[in-house]
């Protein structure tokens, strides 16, 4: 498998690194928050909703890094399906979580590219009166690429816009369980 990869984008100590400082920040921003609403416990007032299956991994680090109560909502949402490097729009699978109504919502994915993943669950989570929402991506690609205008207050990195794998993030369902983040060679795309 790893001879399947070209190049190593992002090793492994960086992402930890960069990891460590968004949970940081995050954890500042929502202790604010609830500061400021005079609850400083929140009682169980943070919520993440991590997209599966992208998320998945850098969720798992992310949410380690606060030590505040939250809760985990995960939603699925369908933009490649198979062998595709290319969003094909994405659809909701499954349900939404309906208990958002005055909760702090951080909406987590793997990556911000055409912005129809972030923005349609950005709009549904919306739709249920929450009382923030933050969007925090691992990667974003360069705005040029965007189809729906979304914008991520917290990310880890920004990447040249090609297809990159590793740490969550598939082609064709694998690669996921790479610790870096990285660009398949030619040959193992489309195999
Ligand atoms: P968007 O809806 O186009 O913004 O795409 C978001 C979803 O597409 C992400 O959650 C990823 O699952 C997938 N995606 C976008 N770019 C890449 C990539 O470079 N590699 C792997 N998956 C990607
Ligand atoms: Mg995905």
């Known amino acids: 498998m790893v001879a399947d990869v070209q190049s190593i984008l992002i ?38 909703v991590p997209i599966l299956t992208g998320a998945l991994v850098f969720t798992a680090d992310l949410i380690r890094e606060l030590s505040m109560k939250l809760s985990l ?14 969003s094909k729009g994405a659809k909701l ?8 109504a005055g909760k702090h919502v951080v909406i987590v994915d793997d990556i911000l590219d055409s912005g129809q993943t972030l923005g349609l669950i950005d709009e549904l989570v919306r739709t249920q009166k929450p009382a923030s929402v933050r969007i925090c991506v691992l990667l974003k690609k360069p705005p040029e690429v965007r189809k729906r205008d979304v914008s991520a207050q917290y990310v880890g990195f920004d990447i040249p816009n090609e297809f990159v794998v590793g740490y969550g993030l598939d082609y064709d369902g694998f690669y996921r369980n790479l610790p870096y983040v990285g660009v398949l060679k030619k040959e193992a795309i489309g195999r």
């Open 73 to 86: 909502r995960v939603v699925a949402v369908s933009s490649y399906p198979g062998a595709s490097m290319e």
């Open 93 to 100: 699978a499954g349900e939404l979580p309906r208990d958002l």
């Open 11 to 48: 090793d492994r100590a960086e992402i930890a690194l960069r990891v460590h400082d968004l949970g940081r920040e995050l954890a500042r921003d929502l202790q604010e928050e609830l500061q400021r609403e005079g609850d400083p416990d929140g009682a169980g007032k943070v919520v993440f």
